[in-house]
């Protein structure tokens, strides 16, 4: 597996890009049960299927342009919008909390904000979820093994390493509407329905008082590359944890709604949370 992939990290993007929008249309034709969902967690976001159609061919691209974000050469790039943002939030030393809804590019803010600012303020360490497939763990290990890229573990000895990050004044990088296992979590809303929502996040910027920025890479197309965006949290985060998840879960609909096209609406956000055990 490891081997398939290095050798699509060589690709061009376009080609990539190209397979990867069949193979996302491909997906759709053949899964009721995705195709339900897209229609569905859009609906609740007052959304028809043909203002979110380009989700499907996104979902796509994502998968199939990893193994060259992750192997391959570097990628055509659009640089931060609001750079002094991010200048001010690391020369605070309060560390910095990332957050990005499952939309565009996940890998791209972890791999430019580590390669740019690793040097002067140390590494961005980024909360992942081994693989439970065996001949994919090994892949997804190596890829993260980046310069300027830390990775942590979603358990107890991952979270423990983000905050001693952050008390060091580091950045890290998560996705909130992840849902997590059973226990870990509350049931807060999105797009006006209750759905089991992580407390991470807002415990990480509680616990160590580090900046909360919102972060996404946006997928321009015809293969150009990628633009990332940059937003500071809109307000002040609540003392409060569900209220503070709350706001978290309104400020990334907020992101959402800048290019629907691009969020996951196929990602089954509003899922009953597996068990830890599971």
Sequence with gaps: MLALYRFAS?????LLHALGAGLGWLTWAASPTYRRRIRENAAQAGYGFGQVRAC?????????????????APVPLQWLQHQDVLDAAYASGRGIVFMTPHMGCFEITAQVVGAHYAARFGPMTVLYRPARQPLLRDVVEQARR??????????????RQMIRALRAGRAVGLLPDQVPPQGQGVWSPVFGRPAYTMTLAARLIQQTGATPLLAWGERLPHAQGFRLHLRTFPEALSDDLETAVAQINGALESLIRERPGQYLWGYGRYKTPRSEAA
């Design 146 to 159: 980046r310069e300027g890229v830390d990775t942590a573990p979603t358990t107890l000895a991952g979270v």
């Design 56 to 72: 499907v061919a996104h979902a796509g691209r994502m998968a199939l342009e990893m193994p060259r974000l992750w192997f391959g």
């Design 10 to 14: 060589r690709w061009p993007l376009w």
